[in-house]
């Protein structure tokens, strides 16, 4: 079996940040598996702005911010990138297998480091009763139909949940002449930021119902309408106050859940409500020399603070294979 | 006439509260630094967004290549844009930041690729 000194899965801001942080302290062989034919993770379909204001001072959308860390990816000699090549197995001894096109390929590796991202909560995770017609999608599915499929997912729309992803979708849809007609929330604020609450909804003419549910969604082979009611402090629904809303599309933006198949199958020590992995502080895991970053470790707002933190794992990486921090400055003048 | 006014230059979204005599800012504060001030007055006297959208490709690695406009454009020639969008394909590869439609809507912002995108051939 072939050996590599790191071998990191994903190559999302997370992989990407923590590859080029463990080559500058000194990691000398580095093979970067990503499942998709491009790096970038979830970026690629988050065509909006608002990346890299920390980062790179400047407002980038999710394709830029990906793409300037391609381009240092792609100049690294020590980083062999392996696209289509989906992990699919990893044991204690850091054993990992992957799937590329035509092979099944397996290296035993001195260390890894997860950065594999989340997927999103579906309405299966959070019980809408009803029917279950056509025209419900996750609102992370819909953005990759619409930007990089170039399809739309109906004509009216309603979005369950309001947190960024679902805002973000509003306005997209909205933008791309899908009637948006409301935005439902449960809690009494949204979950996104205030800026997308303004240029995604208010913009747009949008309606937010905060405190508010989706009681049912109603058609046979899709969707022809939802029923909606208020609900009070204790979210007990408040008598007479339901309405509907015809639509032929439900988007549902629930929340992101860690992806940590590869992490459980090692036999590490998972956090069974938030699928993320148990360790004294952030990256590391139950494995001595398997460290996760990014998504995988824990559901982070912001790609800037992915890409810092996972920066640190890649230094965590080095210096458990007994590399990490560079000589002192008067080593190197002597 | 006062009224609040959220900042949206960035995450941290300050509620600010400006003062106009209708159609030009008199007065605004709540704001954590200067753009907030900036955002207000733009936003009160000619407000502007960045257009983000993807474009239908043909013959490249990904059917559709993600897009911006260059600056800000007015936020009622939005959808506008979008309408112009839709009539443009691109056939050739392209670099990140290339030129897709150059003064677009003659509104003096190009409209760029926000991606690099190689022809569709090796896949
Ligand atoms: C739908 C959605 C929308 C989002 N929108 C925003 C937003 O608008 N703004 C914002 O700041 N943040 C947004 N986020 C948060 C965003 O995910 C993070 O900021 C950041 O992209 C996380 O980076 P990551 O590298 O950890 O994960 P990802 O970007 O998800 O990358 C993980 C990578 O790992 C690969 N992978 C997974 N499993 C395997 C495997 N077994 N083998 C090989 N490869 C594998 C995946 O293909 C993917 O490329 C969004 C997240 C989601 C899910
Ligand atoms: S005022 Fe400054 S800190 Fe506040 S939201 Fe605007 S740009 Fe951000």
């Known amino acids: 079996m072939k050996e590599r ?72 000699r020590g980083i062999e990138v392996s696209l289509r090549s989906f992990a699919v197995g990893l044991n204690r001894e850091k054993e990992l297998s ?42 992370g599915l819909a953005q990759k139909m619409v930007n990089l ?7 009216e729309a309603v979005i369950v949940g309001s947190g960024d992803i679902g805002l973000i979708m509003a306005r997209r849809l909205a933008l791309e002449g899908v009637k948006v007609k409301a935005v439902i929330e449960l809690q009494k604020v949204s979950r996104g930021l205030v800026r997308n609450v303004v240029q995604c909804l208010e913009d747009f003419g949008i309606p937010l119902y905060l405190r508010h549910r989706v009681s049912l969604i ?16 204790e979210f007990r629904d408040v008598p007479g106050s339901g309405f509907s809303i015809p639509c032929d599309t439900v988007l ?12 459980e199958m090692a036999g590490a020590e998972i956090d069974r409500e938030k699928n993320t ?42 210096e458990y294979l007994g590399l990490g921090k560079p000589p002192p400055a008067r080593d190197a003048s002597e | 006439m006062k009224r609040p006014m959220t900042c949206i230059a960035c995450p941290q979204g300050c509620f600010m509260e400006v003062e106009t005599d209708g159609s030009r800012l008199i007065g605004v504060s709540g704001h ?3 753009r907030g001030a900036a955002y207000a007055r733009q936003e009160i006297e000619a407000p502007v967004r960045t257009l983000t959208t993807s474009v239908l490709t043909r013959g490249l690695e990904l059917k559709m290549l993600p897009v911006r406009s260059s600056k800000p454009i007015p936020k009622e020639k939005l959808f506008a844009a979008m309408d112009a969008v839709k ?37």
């Not at chain 1, 299966?124 to 609102?139: D, F, K, T």
């Not at chain 1, 995988?296 to 230094?315: H, I, M, N, P, Q």
């Open chain 1, 277 to 318: 992995p148990v360790a004294p502080s952030v990256n590391l895991t139950s494995i001595p020399g398997v460290f996760a970053c990014g998504n995988a470790c824990k559901v982070y707002d912001l790609v800037d603070w992915v890409t810092r933190d996972s920066e640190l794992a890649g230094r965590l990486a080095a």
């Open chain 1, 149 to 155: 499929e170039g399809w739309l997912p109906g004509r």
């Open chain 2, 32 to 34: 954590k630094c200067s």
């Open chain 1, 5 to 76: 000194e790191l071998v990191i899965v994903g190559g999302g801001p997370a992989g990407m940040a923590a590859a080029l942080a463990a080559r500058a302290s000194g990691v000398g062989d580095v093979l970067l598996l990503e499942r998709d034919q491009h790096l970038g993770g979830i970026l690629n379909q988050c065509i909006h702005p608002g990346f890299g204001l920390h980062h790179f001072k400047a407002e980038l959308t999710g394709p830029e911010y990906a793409g300037r860390f391609a381009d240092l990816v792609g100049r690294d």
């Open chain 1, 252 to 263: 549902v933006s629930v929340g992101l859940i860690p992806e940590n198949e590869l992490l």
């Open chain 2, 87 to 123: 009539l443009i394909t691109v056939t050739s590869p392209v670099k990140a930041g290339a030129v897709v439609a150059a003064d677009f809507l003659g509104l003096g912002v190009d409209l760029v690729a926000c991606r690099e995108l190689g022809s569709g051939l090796d896949s």
């Open chain 1, 218 to 233: 109603h058609g046979r082979d899709r969707v022809e309408k939802v029923d909606v009611v208020k609900v009070d402090e």
């Open chain 1, 98 to 139: 992957y799937l590329r096109p035509g092979a099944l390929e397996e290296v035993k590796a001195r260390s890894v480091i997860l950065a594999t991202g989340c997927r999103e909560r579906t309405r299966e995770m959070i019980p809408i009763p009803g029917s279950r017609p056509a025209g419900v999608y996750p609102a």
